[in-house]
């Protein structure tokens, strides 16, 4: 990928300088506008290696990791952009649990001072979690950080000892979307014996389509349409079952939308050893604590025409502004607010 | 020299960054787009830039030309917006602009080609979908990169 699409060589430079959190598609995408515009880019990311989830998340399959790799290469070698990996940027808060690559930790404030503009593209990380009976057994686990761990043994990072042992084993996934259909084939090539796939819809409105679903179902997958899971059945604090709901579908409604209506007193109980939940992601906002960016209801980052937050100076792009995307999308959403970083610190000359 | 512009649907996830680039490139007109079928495929549809093109055949007012490296480009001055290209098109490609009151479609990124850059879309597809260069190399790229999976 050649994130410095704009341009072939490095331009004069600018003297001005650029932090940006968070190295995913939408980080990239703005890094190499930056970079054609002769900024001086500095990228900071907790993971030991620049390309979110495009590295971190898409299977290999998808995205052929060293196509994310050249791009970096390119960046970095003939733009002279600089990756602090394994660096965690923080609010002024505690460091979090879990963030097991970070070896650095560097104060927002200190960011701000050093730059002269700072563009947050954290993007969407967690996965949303059901509050259902049992959802807190061992063994329940979400598609999100499954899919992460492995792309992280598969890059070296971490032993396979460390992945949860999927080799004969029975797996349930909840959800029919794009995570899950990832999840199933990975489960598929790490040996997992029957790999259950649960919609509370039907193939026809599986938001990974039906050719997607057909091709699992054709490799072996049990597709479970119209059942949604109502508790999960632990024994000894590990996952034993899941107890699932038979749904019918409504007429539909004005938008032409038919929810699932659960059938009463109609149940299926299916034995597993691990529930992998793959219904979407949460926007996590990488402050805990008021640090004058507002976020809207739904906890985006707010910005204006220019991609600027409510502070002067700080920017936002990618999921953590549009909510959970494609990776088109945040590649786009990093150029605009380039763009307008760009604008902001030229002006009329830009 | 002929070049071409390549789209191995096989290898297109639907992630949509062909779409946003041109997007961007060409302020809210993207020439590339993805279209979700009824069966759930991502299917990008652009231009061909057709060795025997149609449109150019057809075109009454000869508004249709191929420049120095056969892409199939539409002169905007002399388009009447009769749509006769896009009724003979096989993917259904050239686009009235209504802001410049003409037909319009991907033009192989002719402001780049002239910088020595290729296609944005080529540059940027995350999956290597896009495939852009001289017919032989072009193939040659293909070939070994389908040996390297086989093997």
């Known amino acids: ?350 | 020299m002929k070049k071409v512009l390549f789209i191995d649907y096989n290898r297109c996830i639907g992630c949509e960054t062909c779409q946003s680039i041109c997007e961007f490139i060409h302020r809210d007109k993207p020439f590339i787009k993805i279209f979700q079928t009824s069966t759930g495929l991502s299917i990008p549809i652009t231009c061909h830039h057709c060795e025997n093109a149609p449109c150019l055949n057809i075109c009454p007012t000869k508004a249709i030309y191929k420049d120095e490296d056969d892409a199939v480009i539409i002169n905007t001055e002399k388009c009447i917006g009769c749509y006769m290209c896009l009724a003979v098109c096989p993917f259904g490609i050239p686009s009235f602009d209504i802001r410049i009151g003409a037909m319009n479609k991907c033009d192989m990124c002719a402001d780049r080609r002239k910088r020595s850059l290729a296609p944005a879309c080529s540059e940027m597809c995350p999956c290597v979908a896009i495939f852009f260069g001289e017919p032989q190399a072009l193939e040659q790229t293909i070939k070994a990169k389908i040996a390297e999976e086989l093997a």
């Open chain 1, 1 to 350: 990928m050649r994130f410095a699409f704009l341009c072939r060589d490095k331009p004069e430079p600018s003297n001005r300088k650029i932090a940006i959190i968070g190295a995913g598609p939408a980080g990239l995408s703005a890094t190499g506008y930056l970079v054609c515009h002769g900024h001086e880019v500095h990228i900071f990311d907790k993971l030991p290696e620049p390309g979110g989830l495009m590295l971190f998340g898409i299977p290999e399959f998808r995205i052929p990791i060293s196509r994310v790799r050249e791009g970096f290469a390119e960046l970095r070698d003939i733009f002279g952009v600089k990756f602090h990996g394994r660096t965690k940027i923080v609010f002024g808060n505690k460091p979090d649990e879990g963030d097991s690559f970070v070896d650095e930790f560097i104060e927002f404030d200190k960011l701000i001072k050093d730059f002269d503009a700072v563009l947050i593209a954290t993007g969407t990380w967690k996965s949303i979690m059901p509050k259902i009976e049992g959802g807190d057994l061992k063994g329940v686990l979400p598609a999100l950080s499954l899919l992460f761990k492995i792309k992280c043994a598969r890059l070296g990072y971490i032993s396979w000892d460390n992945i949860t042992p999927l080799k004969e084993k029975t797996v349930v996934i909840i959800g029919a979307g794009h995570t899950a259909v990832d999840v199933a084939i990975e489960c598929m090539s790490l040996g997992a014996s029957k790999i259950y796939m649960c919609y509370r819809r039907t193939i026809l409105e599986a938001p990974a389509g039906y050719h997607e679903i057909n091709f699992l179902k054709n490799r072996g997958v049990i597709w479970y349409e119209l059942s949604m899971p109502t508790r999960i059945i632990g024994e000894n604090g590990n996952v034993k079952a899941i107890e699932l709901q038979q749904c019918k579908l409504s007429k539909p409604d004005k938008n032409g939308r038919r929810y699932p209506i659960p059938i009463e007193n109609q149940f299926v109980t299916i034995d597993t050893n691990y529930i992998i939940y793959a219904i979407g992601q949460k926007l996590t906002p990488p402050f805990q604590q008021d640090i004058d960016v507002k976020l809207d209801d739904w906890g985006r980052i707010i910005v204006d025409d220019l991609h600027m937050t409510s502070r002067e100076g700080i920017f936002a792009a990618g999921d953590i502004v549009i909510g959970p995307s494609k990776v088109g999308r945040a590649i786009q959403d990093g150029l605009y607010a380039a763009e307008g970083i760009n604008y902001w610190l030229m002006g009329e000359q830009s």
